[in-house]
């Protein structure tokens, strides 16, 4: 998944064009491409990692008993009213 996308943005890029914009491609890899590149896969691995947790809990949270809406206290007029 990750080589089909870097395939895509590298200079000669893969992949379907969908405008002249596609053609606009850095001509070299620059540091800070690395680095951006490596925090969204920290950020993926952190987000795959959590993904148990995540499920347990909303397991619980469907569990749970449900509150209709007109259940819940009515705001008044002036609650309504948008900030001053």
């Not at 148990?52 to 705001?75: C, F, G, H, K, W």
Request: aromatic fraction near 6%.
């Amino acid at each position: 998944m990750i080589g089909s996308w870097l395939d895509y943005r590298m200079k000669n890029g893969a992949g379907r064009r969908s405008s002249p914009l596609d053609d606009i491609r850095p001509r070299i890899w620059p540091e800070s491409f690395t680095t951006e590149l490596l925090e969204l896969l920290w950020v993926l691995e952190r987000t795959v990692a959590v993904g148990p947790a995540l499920e347990d809990l909303l397991d619980e949270i469907l569990a749970s008993p449900i509150t209709r809406a007109d259940e819940l206290p009515q705001a008044s007029e002036d609650e309504r009213q948008p900030p001053s």
